[in-house]
């Protein structure tokens, strides 16, 4: 018997979650500094106030990236396919260690206050206090939205915000919480993308072994899929991304009399180069 194969296959561009997929940062590995994105987008981050010598780990589900709360991130530039107006999917399998401190530890956005986030909550007390949250700017308005499914410590969980003309929905392990209903275009910012923190300095402590935008609306159905681990190919066919020691000459984009940049270091995968960095 053939084995099923994963819904979410960065192999693959024929794989269905594949399609409007612009960023998918899935991590690289022990001792690299970059967090590569495997989107065709290539929207590639840093990591900031961090050891990737001990940072990158091997967890149950594969490769993940280790944050404590106290300012750890990733860095992601801002670009311009990471700001989606019309449509918006976030999504992150995470891996809380503590959730008491901050006040609202952030998994990944480019801004709570300004542009769309995802949130654990843990400070706001009342009946959804602990609870995942997911906020976006609509309209030029901040839009909150949050469940009555509390996030845990040391267990494996996704969350998720989907955002299309006039609604906005948010998911706990594949379980979307009643949509709201807004009208307006996405706000767009140019803050960068940070992964494990926000600009207010609201740290997540705990494992994140993905974190992925698209610029559509996922349906509930492959919401609920990215919620099962098996489904998810996250190391891209188990083979994971290698950093060689070898130079790369540039010539794309070179100035007229100028030289060509070197890049001391080429990202491949199953022997094909995909990149390269300094």
């Known amino acids: 018997m053939r084995e099923r194969p994963p ?3 960065l192999n693959h561009s024929s794989s269905p979650l594949a399609r409007g997929l612009v960023f998918a940062g899935l991590g690289s590995g022990p001792g ?3 967090y590569v994105d495997s989107s065709f987008a290539r929207n590639h981050g ?3 106030n961090m050891d990737p010598a001990t940072d990158w780990c091997n967890t149950d589900i594969g490769p993940a990236i280790l944050l404590s709360d106290n300012n750890d991130s990733i860095t992601v530039p801002d670009a311009p396919s990471l700001n989606p107006t019309s449509e918006l999917t976030l999504w992150t ?3 809380p260690t503590d959730l008491t401190t901050p006040a609202y530890p952030s998994l990944f956005g480019k801004g709570w206050a300004q542009q769309f986030n995802l949130i654990a909550d843990y400070s706001g007390g009342g009946a959804y206090a602990g609870n995942a949250r997911a906020i976006v700017h609509i309209g030029g308005v901040r839009r909150d939205l949050t469940n009555g499914s509390a996030m845990v410590v040391n267990k494996w969980q996704s969350v998720a915000m989907v955002v299309r003309s006039g609604y906005q929905r948010l998911y706990h392990n594949g379980v979307g919480a009643d949509p709201f209903s807004y009208t307006g275009a996405i706000t767009v910012t140019a803050n960068d993308l940070l ?3 926000s600009s207010s300095q609201q740290s997540f402590a705990g494992y994140i072994s993905s974190a992925c ?3 559509r609306a996922l349906s509930p159905s492959e919401i609920a899929a990215l919620a099962d681990p098996s489904n998810v190919n996250l190391s891209c066919g188990g083979v994971p991304l290698i950093r060689e020691p070898r130079p790369m000459r ?3 984009g070179q100035a007229g009399g100028g030289g060509a940049a070197t890049f001391p270091w080429l990202w491949t995968r199953n022997s094909k180069v995909i990149g390269a960095s300094a």
């Open 250 to 252: 540039n010539f794309i």
């Open 93 to 95: 399998m995470c891996y």
């Open 195 to 197: 992964i494990g923190d």
């Open 7 to 9: 819904i979410f296959d």
């Open 213 to 215: 935008i698209w610029n």
């Open 32 to 34: 690299a500094g970059m």
């Open 46 to 48: 840093l990591l900031t």
